[in-house]
């Protein structure tokens, strides 16, 4: 019986957070100012639009932030959670009480979808660096816009592009140092994202 609810929470863990991740991206993109008719764009589009379309009734977006995306983001994050607690045989838990653990939660998934595109934007730049494969065009396009300021504060290099290592580094005492402290804060569980 406890292998079945790992089995569980394992599937509600990856399918959620495999479609909190297509949001995130969603929101991302729109962000930046992304080319949307990258086919890739085209898909994210198409998979959020059933939740995203009603929810954009309720939510108005300000500034050019769709904060129906966002809202919807934490909604999944919630949903996630609560079925895991469910699965895991801990009861219904109040959703405002799951609110702070979801924005750990999407966070985390936010600070790990920069770091795994400045690492497929950095290898790509060595094996294939004029690429037109949509891609590697969306990525630049995320990735871009976080690494201009830095480029203004690094000095010139003599060609060489250091920026994204400095993001990496960032990244990583993002992930590794004030991460923990905030779940920590919030009273996350460990294991629970």
Known sequence: MQTLAEIAIYLVRTIGSIYLMIVLLRFLLQLVRADYYNPISRFIVKATNPLLVPLRKIVPGFWGIDFACLMLALLVQ???????ILIAGAGWQNPLLLLPWSVVGILGLLASVYFWALLIMV??????PYSDNPGLSLLRQLIEPSLAPIRKILPNMGGLDFSPMVALMLLH?????IMPSLANAMGVPGGLL
């Open 78 to 84: 919630i949903i996630i959670l609560q079925a895991i």
């Open 123 to 128: 290898i790509a730049s060595w094996i294939a």
């Open 173 to 177: 005492i993002f992930n590794q140092y």
